[in-house]
């Protein structure tokens, strides 16, 4: 019987756990999912301009302007690669594109 | 890391994806789930081809797993039968093994797209179970099939807020696996006050 009763405290115990971590990771996704529609997306050295133009919906070719960048059919290079091609932190690149949306938005992007 | 494969996803697209989702599945810690939402954003956007890269998605993925198995089945078992007396004796490691055979189903299936993380677990688990590997291959494809749609289409769906998206469901995945366990101990927990009354 004691053992028995040892089960049950340690059964009920990771049950409590299970549940509370059950609540946790609940409430954040629904804490995430009310930035879901927001424009205010972050910019991230991996994606390229097209990609930039399409989460912020602002035409692509501002924003190529706006760094500094003749428009190219096809150009998927990474915010990376190009401030690596310009001799700049890609910091500076993505201020520029932030600037420009900001611009073209009329609000902070 | 999570930057250059994204890069590299959006710059060289559904063959990157084939590779990453490959050795995702055989347990390296990358961020596949990620990597499918995107490309379902690179859809929407025209750049990817949405057959080419659910295809490609797909067979890493059931490659990954394969390779898995196979770990298991040529490497853990033996490692496992060596060692079985530390694990209860060889009764009790045949008696999990046969569950594991008539379950395994359920297991390959709902790790591929529900309770994730435990997926390239489960892959060796078959392996040293000895599950048969046609099954395993036929619950396998199911449920990466079935894992790269909603990932996919969730991307294409929401495919201005990806980053947004990617952190509801990486929340998502870990309160299933909670529920899951939930389920899991309030079951043992009942059936133990049952043996008891």
Known sequence: MPKTWQESLALGLALVVAISVLFVFGYRAVRH??????????????????????????????????IGVEPREGDRRPLRTIARQQNRPVAAVIRDLENAIVREHGKAP | MRDELLGALSQYGSPALFVVAAVASVG?????????????????????????????????????????????????????????????????LNR????????GWAGVFFTRWLITPLGPWVNLASGVSLYPWGRFLLWDVLGECLSVVIYVTLGWVFSDSVMSLDSVL??????????????????????????AT
Do not use: N
């Not at chain 2, 093994?97 to 008539?102: F, M, N, P, S």
């Open chain 1, 33 to 66: 999912a009310r930035y879901l529609r927001s424009e205010d997306q972050p910019i991230h050295a991996w994606m390229s301009v097209p990609f930039v133009a399409h989460t912020h919906h602002v035409p692509k070719e501002i924003l190529f302007a706006a």
């Open chain 2, 28 to 92: 390296l810690p990358l961020p596949v789930a990620l990597l499918l939402i995107v490309t379902g954003s690179l859809i929407a956007q025209g750049v990817m081809d949405a057959g080419w890269a659910i295809g490609l998605a797909c067979a890493g993925s059931v490659a990954g797993d394969l390779i898995g198995y196979a770990i298991g089945r040529w490497g853990g078992g033996r490692l496992l039968h060596r060692f079985s007396s530390l694990l209860g004796g060889e009764e009790r």
């Open chain 2, 96 to 103: 999990t093994q046969a569950r594991v055979r008539r379950w």
């Open chain 2, 170 to 195: 990486g929340e998502l995945t870990w309160a299933t696996v909670a529920f899951a366990a939930a389920v899991l101990l309030g079951w043992k927990l009942l059936s133990l006050f049952r043996r």
